[in-house]
């Protein structure tokens, strides 16, 4: 049986703007971005939202519902009482370019940083040979569909802009990561994760795993893994001991 709801939802450009209040009718089974539809249908017409594959897969319906960063296509309006005014929001970490649509560029320039998969020379392609267990640890990461609500809710960007040059998100650390663990990538992972990426600047409060769409535990797997692993390389004794003896030969 359908209801009316309540909904405050964000409109502007620009980087001003305004929460506007509007009554909704709601059916059964539907989610926020079906409101959202409703919405630019019958008293709406020009507001802005970007949605895809309205399935949970694409990540372009990315939104801050009630204060807490959510796909749109994801979102039961039965998970809320239908006396609850809801607050849908942009993403507040990235520019908005015009109500529910914000600039996610970013993202995608902190992806052009990042060095491909760099195998080693002497091995061609179809000749790699992997154990079972090297291909399960990063497999969980392959899952993400760059929704970036996790880089949304990261702190370190979220509440400090200053911080974005700097800092590529929790996203892309899981990507280097990624790349660190194969057994034939050959590049420096870690050495630029710390310089060139900003992982000293996370402190793995988990926020970009409790938001993540498909569960992938980017603190615990990925994360705090490769921090390990950077420290090591600074800090074990018999890395160290290595590094001076073959310093000092060459």
């Given at each position: 049986?359908?209801?009316?709801?309540?909904?405050?939802?964000?409109?502007?450009?620009?980087?001003?703007?305004?929460?506007?209040?509007?009554?909704?009718?709601?059916?059964?089974?539907?989610?926020?971005?079906?409101?959202?539809?409703?919405?630019?249908?019958?008293?709406?017409?020009?507001?802005?939202?970007?949605?895809?594959?309205?399935?949970?897969?694409?990540?372009?319906?990315?939104?801050?519902?009630?204060?807490?960063?959510?796909?749109?296509?994801?979102?039961?309006?039965?998970?809320?009482?239908?006396?609850?005014?809801?607050?849908?929001?942009?993403?507040?970490?990235?520019?908005?370019?015009?109500?529910?649509?914000?600039?996610?560029?970013?993202?995608?320039?902190?992806?052009r940083e990042i060095p491909?998969?760099?195998?080693?020379?002497?091995?061609?392609?179809?000749?790699?040979?992997?154990?079972?267990?090297?291909?399960?640890?990063?497999?969980?990461?392959?899952?993400?569909?760059?929704?970036?609500?996790?880089?949304?809710?990261?702190?370190?960007?979220?509440?400090?802009?200053?911080?974005?040059?700097?800092?590529?998100?929790?996203?892309?650390?899981?990507?280097?990561?990624?790349?660190?663990?194969?057994?034939?990538?050959?590049?420096?992972?870690?050495e630029s994760a710390q310089?060139?990426?900003?992982?000293?600047?996370?402190?793995?409060?988990?926020?970009?795993?409790?938001?993540?769409?498909?569960?992938?535990?980017?603190?615990?797997?990925?994360?705090?893994?490769?921090?390990?692993?950077?420290?090591?390389?600074?800090?074990?004794?018999?890395?160290?001991?290595?590094?001076?003896?073959?310093?000092?030969?060459?």
């Amino acid at each position: 049986m359908g209801y009316k709801a309540k909904f405050r939802v964000w409109r502007g450009e620009g980087g001003e703007g305004r929460l506007e209040d509007f009554t909704v009718e709601v059916n059964e089974g539907e989610v926020v971005l079906d409101v959202i539809h409703r919405l630019q249908a019958t008293q709406a017409p020009d507001l802005a939202v970007r949605w895809n594959c309205k399935a949970g897969k694409c990540g372009s319906c990315s939104m801050e519902i009630n204060g807490k960063p959510r796909l749109g296509c994801m979102t039961r309006m039965s998970t809320f009482e239908e006396t609850e005014t809801i607050t849908v929001t942009p993403m507040r970490t990235f520019p908005v370019i015009k109500d529910l649509v914000t600039d996610v560029s970013f993202n995608y320039q902190k992806a052009r940083e990042i060095p491909s998969f760099t195998p080693p020379t002497d091995v061609k392609p179809g000749e790699y040979r992997m154990q079972q267990i090297d291909v399960e640890r990063s497999q969980e990461f392959r899952k993400c569909i760059e929704c970036f609500m996790c880089n949304n809710v990261c702190h370190v960007i979220r509440d400090h802009e200053e911080n974005k040059p700097a800092f590529a998100g929790p996203r892309f650390l899981m990507r280097i990561a990624e790349l660190d663990m194969h057994p034939y990538d050959t590049a420096d992972r870690k050495e630029s994760a710390q310089q060139d990426h900003g992982l000293g600047y996370c402190n793995i409060t988990k926020c970009c795993t409790e938001v993540c769409p498909e569960h992938i535990k980017i603190t615990d797997n990925a994360l705090i893994p490769m921090k390990e692993r950077v420290v090591d390389r600074k800090y074990d004794p018999l890395v160290w001991l290595g590094n001076k003896i073959f310093r000092r030969s060459g």
